[in-house]
């Protein structure tokens, strides 16, 4: 099950209570539907919570009856309503007028904080989806109508959410890609559960990315280091070629000879294993010193 479909099982879940909020739902839905107009009502879902739901829904809402249809396609509920009537019932009860075309949102039945919950909780229903947490964080709500995107973009600015607005194809989508603005959109809309996956796999993800951060510093320090012996071992090579080793003072071949003896230890294991021991610093120099000598016969070398 995509999360997508946890979450709207969970908002399935949510009890109807009041008519208000019945209604408010249902104008959600009805708002991000295929067909919402007077001359025909139509509802496609492949989810079979809601299809259960819509049907309660319009229950409590209208006082109506109306039961789906399977689709053409056996996975599909196809609610439909086409009687006059009934129609005229559900325009009248959203306070729209039957003459009137397009998908128009009547905000004045959405003026509790109870029906704009619900409301929103049917629009995501019908027109929302969300992206699992761990891939992306990505809420988003499709319409092919323009004027209702705005409309609709406003409510949601109203609701304290800052939907973005981008074109699909023929379609508006209006999303949100803040974790915070998601977890508070499902929190509000009745799915906590949800949400707490959300913040989970924010954790998870923070974690991860602390842990790498440190892996990849610790990895560029030790690349450091091996370079920096690398280095010695071949200035050493040089010096042991053409005899010069042999000129320098006693520390510095004792650095040489055990810099060669162990070409992967670290500056800090070494100094410690003198007899006796040197600082880091000390035995940094002196291996430095050796570089630095190689480099000059190089360059008197013209190489
Ligand atoms: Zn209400």
């Given at each position: 099950?995509?999360?997508?479909?946890?979450?709207?099982?969970?908002?399935?879940?949510?009890?109807?209570?009041?008519?208000?909020?019945?209604?408010?739902?249902?104008?959600?839905?009805?708002?991000?539907?295929?067909?919402?107009?007077?001359?025909?009502?139509?509802?496609?879902?492949?989810?079979?919570?809601?299809?259960?739901?819509?049907?309660?829904?319009?229950?409590?809402?209208?006082?109506?009856?109306?039961?789906?249809?399977?689709?053409?396609?056996?996975?599909?509920?196809?609610?439909?309503?086409?009687?006059?009537?009934?129609?005229?019932?559900?325009?009248?009860?959203?306070?729209?007028?039957?003459?009137?075309?397009?998908?128009?949102?009547?905000?004045?039945?959405?003026?509790?904080?109870?029906?704009?919950?619900?409301?929103l909780?049917?629009?995501?229903?019908?027109?929302?989806?969300?992206?699992?947490?761990?891939?992306?964080?990505?809420l988003?709500f499709?319409?092919?109508?323009?004027?209702?995107?705005?409309?609709m973009t406003a409510f949601l600015m109203d609701a304290e959410f800052q939907p973005k607005?981008?074109?699909?194809?023929?379609?508006?989508?209006l999303y949100f890609?803040s974790?915070e603005a998601i977890?508070d959109f499902?929190?509000q809309?009745?799915?906590?559960?949800?949400?707490?996956?959300?913040?989970?796999?924010?954790?998870?993800?923070?974690?991860?990315?602390?842990?790498?951060?440190?892996?990849?510093?610790?990895?560029?320090?030790?690349?450091?280091?091996?370079?920096?012996?690398?280095?010695?071992?071949?200035?050493?090579?040089?010096?042991?070629?053409?005899?010069?080793?042999?000129?320098?003072?006693?520390?510095?071949?004792?650095?040489?000879?055990?810099?060669?003896?162990?070409?992967?230890?670290?500056?800090?294991?070494?100094?410690?294993?003198?007899?006796?021991?040197?600082?880091?610093?000390?035995?940094?120099?002196?291996?430095?010193?050796?570089?630095?000598?190689?480099?000059?016969?190089?360059?008197?070398?013209?190489?």
């Amino acid at each position: 099950m995509s999360f997508s479909q946890e979450v709207k099982r969970e908002l399935c879940a949510v009890p109807v209570e009041q008519t208000c909020d019945a209604l408010s739902e249902c104008y959600g839905i009805l708002l991000f539907a295929n067909l919402f107009r007077q001359n025909g009502i139509r509802i496609i879902t492949g989810n079979t919570d809601l299809a259960e739901r819509v049907a309660r829904l319009f229950l409590c809402a209208f006082d109506l009856q109306v039961l789906p249809r399977r689709g053409a396609r056996e996975e599909r509920y196809v609610f439909e309503i086409t009687k006059k009537s009934q129609i005229h019932r559900i325009f009248d009860a959203f306070g729209l007028d039957p003459h009137a075309s397009g998908v128009r949102m009547n905000r004045a039945i959405l003026e509790e904080d109870c029906c704009k919950t619900a409301f929103l909780r049917g629009a995501f229903l019908s027109g929302g989806s969300v992206a699992a947490p761990e891939s992306r964080y990505h809420l988003e709500f499709v319409t092919p109508h323009y004027v209702f995107s705005t409309e609709m973009t406003a409510f949601l600015m109203d609701a304290e959410f800052q939907p973005k607005v981008t074109r699909r194809q023929s379609k508006y989508v209006l999303y949100f890609k803040s974790s915070e603005a998601i977890e508070d959109f499902l929190i509000q809309t009745g799915a906590p559960v949800s949400a707490l996956a959300v913040m989970q796999a924010k954790v998870v993800k923070d974690v991860r990315n602390q842990i790498n951060r440190h892996v990849n510093c610790e990895t560029a320090n030790i690349s450091k280091t091996v370079d920096a012996a690398m280095a010695q071992v071949r200035a050493i090579r040089t010096l042991q070629a053409d005899g010069r080793l042999y000129l320098q003072p006693r520390v510095i071949q004792e650095a040489a000879q055990l810099r060669m003896a162990n070409p992967e230890s670290s500056l800090s294991v070494l100094a410690a294993s003198l007899d006796p021991p040197v600082s880091r610093a000390t035995l940094s120099y002196r291996l430095k010193k050796l570089v630095a000598l190689a480099k000059e016969g190089e360059e008197l070398r013209g190489e």
